[in-house]
């Protein structure tokens, strides 16, 4: 309790300097900021000479040789972009052309399935073996009834 009205009494000390007052033992500490340096200026003299003057004039005006490269560079840049541009859109046309025809191809791939499945269906070999035995009087090969012939076409 001593201990506390002591820094009661310190603290009423610098509150009337600092204007505020902090209670517990979690009080920030102020810091310390460090001191500027001076930046140490060279004196000016009164005037440059024409020399100078001149030199520095001549370097900053352009040449008309500068300015027509940097013309030609900044053509020659908006050229490439325009290419690129170009190119890229070619490459997602093509890829979605790709795309629906591979699409097609795969409806196309399932008609056609279908269809052969439909025929293999409809089609007993058995059926036609008994109407070309039967009906027209067919009869399998045998050893010599076997001829073979050139195509006059060879």
Known sequence: ????????QQNRVTSDREKFYVYGNAVRQAEVQ???RQEVRPAK??????QVMRNRNRAMKISPA???????AAVCTVA???????LQTEVVTRSAHVTSMQ???????????????????????????EKAMNEMGMVYESQGNVVEYKSPDE
């Open 1 to 8: 309790m001593a201990a506390d009205r002591r820094y009661r």
């Open 34 to 36: 460090p001191k500027r």
């Open 45 to 50: 003299t009164g005037k440059t000479s024409s």
């Open 66 to 72: 500068y300015a027509i490269f940097f013309i030609l």
């Open 80 to 86: 490439v972009c325009v290419v690129y541009i170009r």
């Open 103 to 129: 699409e097609e191809l795969a409806d196309l791939t399932e008609a056609n399935d279908t269809a052969y499945n439909a025929a293999v269906d409809s089609v007993n070999l058995d059926t036609v073996r």
